[in-house]
C-alpha cells in the first residue's frame, strides 16, 4: 500500500466533489445545518498523474479541488475506499454515512437522493459500506449571502451590494462597477459575495437576491441570450461549484434592503473599488 504521505481523499456533498490531501482539512465539512444532501467520503492513494491533468483542465489547480459531480467518471480516482470519519463536536463519537450501498460487488455511492449521478467503485472484499447518522457542520463554515446591484441609468454608473452572515459577524461589502446596465451590477454582487466567502473559508452557502434573472440563470431555469451574461454566470457557477453546498432562491426586494444599500452607496466607487465593513453580532 501507498505510504499515507500519498493519500487523498475524495468528498461527495450533492452534486459537487472535492479532493483532499488531508484528512484535518475535511474534519470540519461534514454535512450542512443549511442542505440535506447526504455526504460521502473516500481514501485512495496515490493520486494518478492524469487526474491531475485532468482537474488541472477544469481550471482547478492545487489541493483542494473541487468538482462537479457530472464531470466525475468512475475510474477517474482509480480504487477508494469508504472512509469513516470522526465528527469533530462529539466526544469521540464515529460517524458513518448511510450514502453507501454493495452492488454487483462493489460499493457504490447511492445516488437516487443526488444530483449529477456518479459512482466511486471500490474492491468489495476490502471495503465496507458504512452505516449511521449524518454529523452536523459547525455554524462556522455555514453563512447566508444577500446581493443586489444598482444602476443609476440602466446603463449608467453601477454598483454591486453584498451581505455575508454568519451567526457570529456580518460583512457588508461594495463594488464600483464602472457604467453597467443593473443586470450586470446584480451579476458582479452575487460573484463579489460568492468571492468573498470563499475567501473567509466558507464551504456551504445560502443565497438570496431579488434579481429573478440572475436566480433562474444560475439555477439553469433559464436560457442565456446575451454573451456578456453568458460570461458572468458562468464565472458565478464556477465559483457556486467551489462550495460543498450551494442554494439560490429569489426574493421580493423589501427583503433584500441591506444589500440594496450597499449596492447604491458602491454606486460612487470607482470601477474595480471594493469596500468591505465587518461587524460582530
Known sequence: ???????????????????????????????SSVSS????IYKGYSLPQETEEYLISQGLKGAPYSISAASVNEDLFGRLHACPYQDPYSAGRTLG???????????????????????????????????????ELSTCFSCTLHFDGASKGNPGPA????????????YRLREGVGIQTNNVAEYRSLILGLKH??????????????????CNQIQGLWKIKNPNMAS???EAKELKNRFLSFKISHVLREYNS????????????????????????
Open 1 to 31: 500500500m501507498a505510504e499515507e504521505k500519498d493519500a487523498f481523499y475524495v468528498v461527495r456533498k450533492g452534486d459537487v466533489v472535492g479532493i483532499y490531501k488531508s484528512f484535518s482539512d475535511i474534519q470540519s465539512l461534514f454535512a
Open 37 to 40: 444532501d447526504s455526504l460521502s
Open 97 to 135: 454515512v448511510s450514502s453507501l450501498s454493495r452492488k454487483q460487488g462493489a460499493i457504490q455511492l447511492d445516488t437516487s437522493k443526488l444530483a449529477g449521478s456518479s459512482s466511486f467503485p471500490t474492491n468489495s472484499q476490502t471495503h465496507h459500506a458504512l452505516g449511521g447518522s449524518q454529523a
Open 159 to 170: 454598483g454591486a451590494g453584498a451581505i455575508l452572515r454568519d451567526e457570529s459577524k456580518v
Open 197 to 214: 466567502a470563499l475567501k473567509k473559508g466558507y464551504k456551504h452557502i445560502v443565497v438570496q437576491g431579488d434579481s429573478l434573472l440572475v
Open 232 to 234: 458572468l454566470c458562468t
Open 258 to 281: 441591506e444589500a440594496d444599500a450597499q449596492a447604491n452607496l458602491a454606486v460612487n466607487l470607482k470601477a474595480g473599488q471594493v469596500q468591505e465593513d465587518c461587524q460582530l453580532l
